[in-house]
């Protein structure tokens, strides 16, 4: 999408007959009369010819807009060019509504500062691309004429607002960059939280995982607040990403903001003073002024303190005048309110009082009435607690369920095969799709680097002919310099060399165009052949895999070639065989003295390696030889007795009165100084001669030498050190793997399928069996045991820490 304003060409006001004058001739020359008159612009604009349908504003109808408008632009008289034409036009792929044209269009003559001015708008279907007309009066019913001011940057701004916020390709220019970057970068996967995670936050983090919902809903939170214009553009904005922002009210009062996944009591969500400053409700009442709820029906937060203060004194009654459990319960049961067990997991909290057996029931734990509420207390006065935690309401059967029972009673493995299927089919399509990325991407990176490399060729060609034409013109001009006579003459053989360099330079300049047209057309053919070159299908892909050795490949490819095989046929795994914890256990201790073992003796090699010093380069070894020759032949050369005492008088003869004797001492002067010179490079010559003839190949053998033995010390101390880093990442990941095995353990398996003799298995082996394992067990399962582990450990520190 892009917008036009056609410049007017006429310094006049005056509205000529010019629809039926428009409409007869020629669009192009239609288009350039349109901008001289608000009667040529409508005519041209509202031809039946061309117009699909007309939009008004401020007119009464087409026939009249002419009049209408010439009149409203005779209230300001200082304005010569009240007519104001602005085309926009859409790409070949963008199919806009009405409604979109005529708001894209308010849009623009808002941005410009037009939102009240009169317009005509006329869409045309006449060329290949979809676009409208819009002839504006500039004088608005204030009778100031619009100045027009940026009005170039405001319509590319609003173009590339529009086109991000409907997904459409923007038109990048000079002044959009930022809305183009925004609009790239708006579904960015979020990253990594920059403020540091409360505890609960941490724990959340390290026991599942995940980071909380107010970190992870940070930045598109933040990017619809920022972009939001008014309440409704926010609900909207956050709508798309499921989020809804909902008031939280608490004794009949507003306390502020929240963003939830929905308008559910327990959806996820966070107060909105959490997500950033700017998205609490002051900050947005500001912007946007009152609070206005979305179109859906918002569910106001259920406040548990008010219901805490209005059945306080009635449960206290109750248990004051309760002989036992049972007259507690009828005593209660006569005001509404019911008694419940609170448990979290297998553990019992404590009591509850609340008013009635819903879930969304509002009420209170036991111990916010009084301390002789509590379980404890009533424990002591009436027995053992006959209550029992109330279960969650039961799944209704699916198939699944249903399928599970019945496979069940024929193969018990059947579960595990089909986690296997599911995840060997998972990796397969996960990995396909990685080679798919990474085959695009390379193909996309081989075409921009080849284009690059001939645009570089092709600039340092240019660059070359510019440097040649620039030594060219100050040759001349030199020559010209030196042959002319007089500032005239001088004047005009620079004003021809002028217009000789820059006749050159154009041809210079159509050369290069051709060159780049014609390098750009084998580019185009180069980049149609790459686009040929196809992905491997998904079959081929995984049927390469398999021929690698792949084993979850092998299973995943039998799936697609047998897609009627029952699911409980048993797929043979070649090489897979059950091995007891045990042994798993026995082998890890013997991997940890090995990696042990592996690293003292990478640390011990490494500190007694003996280190050798980086040798000089042979540019380095040349340069120094070279500084000791020219000390060397200085040391030679240098001035004799009889020469110093020479050169003492003639510095005293230069000093004499007499112009003779100074030129004469000047000239034995300078025959001693070149003698000595002569005498210098001579032995310099003889030297440098000798050194390369006698020394340079042994300086070169020896030099050769000495950096074999640094690269094979580099060589050395590089391997131990790799040596010792791979022994002490396996030294750090036997402890997780052994944590994996408790865990198996307790959740009731005995054995592990491992495709290797455990007698020879490696450690990467161990782990993928023991992972494969662990992501089998039903979550509700790993969590009970991991947290019992947690639970065990913390009571172990506390001991610790009590001795």
């Not at 009169?118 to 002839?135: C, E, F, G, P």
């Not at 724990?203 to 607040?225: F, I, K, N, T």
């Not at 203060?309 to 019911?338: H, K, Y």
Request: charged share 35%; glycine share 6%; proline share 4%.
């Amino acid at each position: 999408m892009i917008s036009k304003a056609v410049p007017a060409r006429s310094r006049t006001r005056t509205f000529a007959t010019g629809v039926d004058y428009i409409t007869e001739h020629a669009h192009e020359r239609a288009c350039r009369q349109a901008g001289r008159s608000f009667g040529d612009g409508i005519g041209y604009a509202s031809a039946p010819k061309k117009a699909a349908w007309v939009q008004l504003r401020g007119v009464t109808s087409v026939e009249t807009a002419a009049l209408e408008m010439e009149a409203v632009a005779v209230l300001s008289r200082r304005c010569k060019d009240p007519v104001y034409h602005l085309i926009v036009a859409y790409a070949k792929g963008e199919h806009p509504t009405r409604e979109q044209v005529v708001s894209d269009a308010e849009r623009l003559l808002k941005a410009i500062g037009m939102e009240r001015n009169q317009y005509v708008l006329a869409a045309h279907q006449d060329t290949d691309n979809y676009h409208a007309h819009v002839i504006a009066n500039r004088i608005g019913p204030d009778g100031k004429a619009n100045d027009l001011w940026h009005e170039r940057i405001k319509r590319e701004r609003t173009c590339a607002e529009i086109a991000a916020e409907r997904g459409w390709e923007i038109v990048v220019g000079r002044h959009n960059r930022d809305i183009v970057q925004r609009a790239r970068h708006l579904y960015a996967p979020p990253p990594d939280p920059e403020r540091r995670l409360s505890d609960g936050a941490y724990r959340q983090l390290r026991e599942r995982g995940e980071l909380p919902w107010h970190e992870s809903a940070r930045p598109y939170v933040l990017d619809a607040v920022d972009r939001a214009k008014d309440w409704n553009d926010l609900h909207q904005r956050l709508g798309a990403h499921g989020v809804a922002a909902k008031l939280v009210r608490r004794s009949g009062q507003i306390r502020g903001l929240a963003f939830a996944e929905g308008f559910e009591r327990g959806a996820p969500g966070c107060a909105a003073s959490r997500i950033d400053a700017r998205c609490a409700l002051p900050a947005l009442e500001r912007r946007f002024g009152p609070f206005t709820p979305s179109h859906e029906l918002v569910k106001e937060t259920a406040d548990p303190t008010r219901w805490l203060q209005s059945a306080r004194a009635t449960i206290l009654t109750a248990v004051e005048s309760a002989r036992s459990w049972e007259d507690l319960t009828q005593e209660l049961d006569r005001n509404g309110i019911v008694v419940k067990l609170i448990a979290r997991g297998t553990r019992v909290q404590g009591l509850a009082f609340a008013q009635g057996r819903d879930l969304g029931a509002p009420g209170c734990g036991a111990s916010r009435i009084h301390p002789r509420c509590k379980k404890a207390a009533l424990e002591q006065r009436f027995g053992a607690c006959p209550f029992m935690p109330e279960q969650p309401p039961k799944r209704s059967r699916s198939i699944v369920r249903d399928r599970a029972e019945r496979e069940a009673n024929t193969d018990p493995r059947w579960a595990l095969r089909d986690a296997q299927r599911i995840v060997d089919s998972a990796r397969m399509r996960s990995e396909y799709a990685e080679y798919r990325d990474g085959f695009f991407a390379e193909r996309h990176r081989a075409t921009a680097d080849r284009r690059e490399a001939a645009w570089e060729r092709e600039s340092m060609q240019r660059r070359c002919e510019a440097k040649r034409r620039r030594e060219a013109r100050l040759l001349l001009r030199a020559v010209a310099r030196l042959a002319a006579r007089g500032a005239i003459a001088r004047q005009l053989a620079y004003w021809s060399l002028d217009a000789v360099m820059g006749r050159r330079r154009a041809k210079e300049y159509d050369a290069a165009r051709v060159r780049w047209e014609a390098t750009k057309i084998v580019l185009a053919s180069e980049r149609t052949l790459a686009g040929e070159k196809k992905p491997l299908a998904y079959r081929a892909f995984v049927t390469e895999l398999t021929r690698a050795g792949d084993l979850g490949a092998q299973r995943t490819l039998d799936a697609l070639v047998a897609p009627t095989r029952q699911r409980s046929e048993h797929v043979p795994q070649r090489g897979l065989r059950p091995v007891a914890l045990a042994e798993i256990r026995q082998r890890l201790n013997v991997i940890r003295a090995e990696e042990d073992g592996r690293y003292q003796r990478a640390r011990l090699e490494r500190q007694h390696l003996q280190r050798v010093a980086r040798p000089p380069t042979l540019d380095e070894a040349l340069i120094a030889e070279r500084r000791r020759i020219q000390e060397r032949a200085a040391e030679v050369t240098r001035y004799t007795d009889a020469e110093r005492v020479r050169m003492a008088q003639l510095a005293r003869e230069k000093r004499s009165w007499n112009p003779l004797i100074r030129r004469a001492a000047t000239r034995e002067e300078e025959r001693l100084c070149g003698e000595q010179r002569s005498r210098y490079e001579k032995a310099l010559a003889v030297a440098t001669h000798e050194f390369e003839q006698r020394d340079l190949p042994a300086l070169e053998k020896q030099l050769a030498g000495h950096e074999r033995l640094y690269r094979r010390y580099v060589a050395a101390s590089l391997g131990l050190e790799r040596e010792r880093n791979d022994a002490r990442a396996a030294r750090d990941e036997l402890p997780r793997i052994e944590q994996r095995l408790v865990v198996l353990e307790r959740a009731g398996v005995a054995r592990i399928d491992c495709d290797a003799a455990m007698s020879a298995a490696r450690l990467d082996d161990l782990t993928a069996a023991i992972e494969q394992q662990y992501k089998v067990l039903p979550n509700e399962v790993r969590r009970d045991v991991e947290y019992s582990i947690r639970k065990e450990q913390r009571a172990r520190d506390s001991m610790t820490i009590d001795r």
